[in-house]
């Protein structure tokens, strides 16, 4: 009993001698619109979804021979343009409109581009507003619509 009243008055003094909070966090960031805003790919990794640990590999020293990379300019009314399309395999086209599958929790991204294609596109990262990095993957199935290969970007902020 002695134990349990000593507990009890240590217990009791820590959360007494916590100091108080000052100031406000501010409201919650909107994360639906912390993408908005231009994005260059800056790195490229290969996920093979057909091994049995789902090997991956970084290609990012590699992919500056593939020329400029993808730039694309998300717009706050869920439009979207390509800057430059890149060689990354995306179905983005030229121009198109987006939307989350869950504005206050979002995993993926669905685009339809100008030309009627559609595409998700998973969050590996999700990027506040003040954020500078973003990180996306891409996933294509093979013919017999098993997924084989995601294609992981590392987007920053222009």
């Not at 020293?61 to 890149?86: A, C, H, K, M, W």
């Not at 395999?89 to 206050?104: L, Y």
């Not at 506040?128 to 294509?140: A, E, G, L, M, T």
Request: glycine share 8%.
């Amino acid at each position: 009993m002695k134990k349990i009243l000593i507990s009890l008055t240590i217990i009791g003094a820590v959360i007494a001698c916590r100091p108080e909070r000052k100031g406000e966090l501010g409201p919650d960031p909107d994360l639906a619109y912390g993408i908005v805003g231009r994005w260059r790919a800056a790195e490229l990794s290969i996920t093979d979804f057909k091994t049995p640990l789902g090997d991956e590999l970084n290609v990012s020293e590699d992919f500056s021979t593939l020329g400029d990379p993808l730039e694309i300019t998300f717009n706050r009314d869920n439009t979207y343009q390509v800057n430059n399309p890149g060689k990354v395999p995306t179905m983005f086209g030229s121009s198109g409109t987006w939307a989350f599958n869950n504005p206050e929790f979002p995993s993926k991204m669905g685009i339809v581009n100008n030309n009627g294609q559609t595409d998700t596109i998973y969050l590996r990262s999700m990027a506040r507003d003040y954020d500078p990095v973003w990180k996306i993957q891409i996933r294509r199935e093979n013919c017999d619509n098993e997924l084989y290969v995601g294609y992981n970007l590392t987007l920053i902020r222009q």
